[in-house]
């Protein structure tokens, strides 16, 4: 499907600002429950981290879709916006004790569980509300993602999950803890991955730790995949939706389940990366020795990635539609870094002019800083608009 956008509409609003249509997000929505639906016992949770607007979580609610967690905050706010907390889980490396006693008191699902120390916590607290928590077990699956070093997850140097050698001890002291319920697996591996061999060599990881632990007489219901799912930042019109065919069918065709088994998803990025802009205000053109600067009121506190990453988003002149030129499109802030693109093509640049930061739904206002004493982005749906 074709976005288009309310120029008009956009003059009168203060920028920057985001903009998340409300039409793609419930057509990716669509075809992730039709995907999913078609392979027994597969439940997807939305990762809350990529995008925690209210307006978008109150419709991705609706759905009845799940909710991955990795703060107390995010289980609030979840809470707020209609996710029930039977379909909660509660991820992240360092759980403080007012999260963890925050998700006993409203029985959500479980909590991906990241270490022994961590395990023995949980469970005193749970002890002290009198409460059983189910949890699963981070496994650090060793598989490296052909993505960014700071997006991967999954190698033995990251600091997530629970090293191989480990796992058999701290999973027999799960099963004899007496305030936990080892109902289940974790992995997650990246963000941004794009080629499905990533994922086939999840599977085959799983497949021997899962015999592994069959040996043993260990057995769970539950295997949680995590997201990773990427998105296409270079074609947004040509891919609003991901492929999530193919990204299902992958685990269903290489991850060796028993019987009974649920498979758990956690998808965020590819959930709601497309459907979101950063709309921003050009400022000055300015020409520099070599090169040419538009200047725009958007900055790398309202967008972080091209700053952190050095990501890629295509970015669009709704103003114009001139003869091209090149430009170095740059924010207000006081550091060299705050530049979301260099000798990228657009239309003439005009003071006034609107640009569309593209494909920034995901990790875009949820990543937003008040650095320099900057206001936080506001969020509009297309719908209110």
Same mark, same amino acid.
């Given at each position: ?11 009168? +609003? ?11 997000l !419930? ?21 809350? &981290? ?11 609610s ?38 963890? @006693?925050? #998700? ?16 023995? +916590? ?38 997530? #999950? ?45 497949n021997? +730790? ?12 539950? +295997? @949680? ?8 930042? @270079? ?16 685990f269903? &065709? ?6 009974e ?11 709601? #990366? ?45 103003s @114009?539609?001139?003869d ?26 005009? !003071? ?12 875009g ?9 900057? &206001? ?10």
């Amino acid at each position: 499907m074709i976005q288009t956008f309310p120029t008009d509409k956009f003059r009168t +609003i203060d920028t920057p600002f985001y903009y998340y249509d409300c039409d793609l997000l !419930r057509e990716t929505l669509h075809v992730i429950e039709e995907e999913a639906s078609k392979h027994k016992g597969y439940i997807v949770h939305y990762a809350v &981290k990529a995008n925690a607007n209210k307006k978008v979580l109150n419709l991705i609610s609706q759905t009845g879709m799940g909710a991955d967690c990795v703060s107390g905050g995010e289980i609030q706010r979840c809470l707020e916006c209609g996710f029930p907390s039977e379909k909660i889980v509660y991820a992240g490396v360092g759980k403080a004790d007012w999260e963890i @006693n925050l #998700g006993l008191d409203n029985d959500i699902f479980c909590f991906n569980v990241e270490s022994e120390e961590e395990l023995e +916590i949980i469970n005193k607290l749970a002890q002290k509300r009198g409460k059983i928590a189910s949890v699963c077990l981070r496994i650090n699956p060793e598989v490296g993602a052909h993505t960014h070093a700071n997006i991967t997850t999954g190698l033995a140097e990251n600091k997530f #999950g629970i090293a191989l050698r480990y796992v058999p001890s701290i999973i027999s002291a799960a099963l004899e803890i007496t305030h936990i319920n080892l109902i289940g697996l974790h992995f997650h591996i990246g963000s941004q991955i794009m080629e499905m061999q990533d994922f086939q060599a999840l599977c085959a990881r799983i497949n021997d +730790i899962q015999d592994d632990l069959e040996k043993r007489g260990v057995k769970v219901e539950n +295997i @949680n995949v995590g997201g990773g799912l990427g998105i296409d930042y @270079n074609d947004p019109e040509g891919h609003p939706i991901p492929d999530f065919q193919s990204y299902f069918n992958t685990f269903a &065709k290489h991850l060796k389940l028993r019987k009974e088994q649920k498979v758990h998803f956690e998808l965020g990025r590819s959930v709601v #990366g497309q459907m979101g802009s950063l709309i921003t205000r050009t400022l000055y053109v300015k020409q520099g020795k070599s090169r040419q600067f538009a200047i725009v009121d958007a900055g790398m506190s309202d967008l972080l990635r091209p700053a952190l990453y050095q990501a890629h988003h295509r970015i669009v002149n709704l103003s @114009n539609t001139d003869d091209l030129q090149s430009y170095d499109v740059v924010g207000p802030i006081c550091e060299s870094s705050d530049v979301f693109a260099k000798e990228v093509s657009l239309p003439t640049v005009h !003071r006034g002019d609107l640009l569309a930061i593209r494909s920034a739904g995901a990790y875009g206002e949820s990543m937003a800083s008040q650095y320099n004493c900057r &206001k936080l982005p506001t969020g509009y749906m297309s719908d209110e608009l």
